[in-house]
């Protein structure tokens, strides 16, 4: 069965420090897709990101990086100098292998208090 | 592109009512979801499309039904709404393996 944990319920940082977030998921198969999401208090959902199991490189989009290691199951999420848009939950979440990815299954999410 | 849009964005039923939530995306996507998200807590998948004409359950199904009788539209149908169905209410489609989420449906069942 597949599952995604994301341990860290509620982070705090002040504006400008680095904050990683940490996802673990479980899942059995080969052929799977890795994403995170953001929610800001709007409550609206942002598509950030996804990986597939095969492309285990890192990826940077701006203040945003990506650390996929299939070695410990982790798929976690890091922001450079932080801002206070940056406050929101992020979600990551998970998508097994097969045509369509069905059913992903969500993380509980961790909420990101950046403070001025 | 309206990108998925949903209606209404804020419902109060009595408990036993029923109601219909709906959800339209203009991109002509393949597969589109229902999914919940209760206070405090990630997304639970309820229901799931691949085309028109094709729905499944998701993790959470009971007491829901939906259709997609175009590749446009995909409601979701509250039958005999209970407290417990309280809870905000995306509809999303992706051609792959994205999602794109529409703005929510919070319901308050009391």
């Known amino acids: 069965a597949q599952k995604v944990t994301q341990a860290q319920t509620e982070i705090s940082v002040v504006e400008k420090e680095d904050v990683t977030l940490d996802c673990v998921y479980e899942?059995?198969?080969?052929?799977?897709?890795l994403f995170w999401y953001k929610q800001p208090p709007s409550g609206e959902l942002v598509f950030l990101i996804r990986?597939?199991?095969?492309?285990?490189q890192n990826e940077i989009s701006g203040r945003y990086s990506w650390n996929f290691q299939k070695s410990t199951s982790s798929f976690n999420f890091t922001i450079t100098a932080s801002q206070v848009v940056d406050s929101a939950v992020y979600f990551c979440?998970?998508?097994?292998?097969?045509?369509?990815?069905?059913?992903?299954?969500f993380g509980a999410g961790t909420r990101l208090f950046v403070k001025a | 592109n309206a990108g998925v849009t949903q209606t209404p964005k804020f419902r109060i039923l009595k408990i036993g009512q029923s109601m219909t939530l709906q959800c339209t995306q203009d991109?002509?996507?393949?597969?589109m979801y229902w999914y919940r998200q209760d206070p405090g807590m990630g997304l639970k998948l309820i229901y799931y499309?691949?085309?028109?004409?094709?729905?499944d359950k998701g993790e959470v199904p009971n007491g829901y039904n939906v259709s997609r009788s175009t590749t446009e539209d995909f409601p979701l149908r509250l039958e005999l709404a209970a407290p417990s169905q309280t809870s905000v209410y995306f509809c999303?489609?992706?051609?792959?393996?994205?999602?794109?989420f529409g703005p929510g449906t919070r319901l308050t069942v009391t």
């Open positions: 999303a489609s992706s051609p792959d393996r994205g999602r794109y």
């Open positions: 899942t059995r198969d080969t052929t799977y897709y």
């Open positions: 990986r597939n199991s095969f492309d285990e």
């Open positions: 979440a998970l998508s097994e292998g097969g045509t369509g990815g069905f059913k992903t299954i």
């Open positions: 991109m002509n996507h393949n597969y």
């Open positions: 499309s691949v085309g028109a004409g094709i729905t």
